[in-house]
């Protein structure tokens, strides 16, 4: 997949799911995680492997993968999860980024 | 723990070459992917390139005219050089460490801004 796309920006109410995509030609063919940035600071490892939590990451955090499209719900969103989300997946020899989405919760 | 920790110059000279060293603290440097990364101010991640301990290297196909990678196993660092330096290389550089098999950076340094201006 050479290129990730995702939506610029997602909104959500606290308490509800937020959902966010990233769409590559055959994308669920290969591993997809997701990172988490606040301002100011440096990327968080959120989702690897599709569908992994790394320690210390909250449940509420998922993900899933297949088609064209990875997808990562973030249930009972709370005031803490808005930041900007990228999606990443790892092609063979090559890391491409998708191009972010900034999470607001409203 | 594990901690990556960049440095090097701030501020380059337009043409000129950038460096910057990822410091590896509280682990180790074999079995992993060693990684740059690059955020321009406002703008999302692009990734430079990365090591593997043992050597092996790749590079972002849009960068890899100018970029070089290396690694000092005895000082626990790696290297970024991006050679002929232009303001679009103007971005927060992060290095990051990615498990074998992982496919993902699950530890960043908390990243250098290098400006590039005459």
């Known amino acids: 997949s050479d290129d990730l796309t995702q939506p610029p920006s997602v909104s959500v109410s606290p308490g509800q799911t937020a959902s966010i995509t990233c769409s590559g030609d055959k994308l669920g063919d290969i591993y997809t995680c997701w990172y988490q940035q606040k301002p100011g600071q440096s990327p968080v490892l959120v989702i690897f492997?599709?569908?992994k939590r790394p320690s210390g990451i909250p449940e509420r955090f998922s993900g899933s993968n297949s088609g064209n499209t990875a997808t990562l719900t973030i249930s009972g969103t709370q005031a803490m999860d808005e930041a900007d989300y990228y999606c990443?997946?790892?092609?063979?020899?090559?890391?491409?980024f998708g191009g972010g989405t900034k999470l607001t919760v409203l | 723990q594990v901690q990556l920790q960049e440095s090097g110059p701030g501020l380059v000279k337009p043409s000129e070459t950038l460096s910057l060293t990822c410091t590896v603290s509280?682990?180790?440097?074999?079995?992993?992917?060693w990684s740059w990364i690059r955020q321009p101010p406002g703008k999302g991640l692009e990734w430079i390139g990365y090591i593997y301990y043992s050597g092996t290297i790749n590079y972002n196909p849009s960068l890899k005219s100018r970029v070089t990678i290396s690694v000092d196993m005895s000082k626990k660092q790696f290297s970024l050089k991006v050679s002929s330096v232009t303001a679009a290389d103007t971005a927060v550089y992060y290095c990051?460490?990615?498990?074998?098999?992982?496919?993902?950076?699950?530890?960043w340094g908390q990243g250098t801004m290098v400006t590039v201006s005459s």
């Open positions: 509280g682990g180790s440097i074999s079995s992993y992917y």
């Open positions: 990443q997946a790892w092609d063979t020899s090559t890391v491409i």
């Open positions: 492997q599709d569908n």
């Open positions: 990051a460490r990615a498990p074998l098999r992982s496919h993902s950076f699950d530890i």
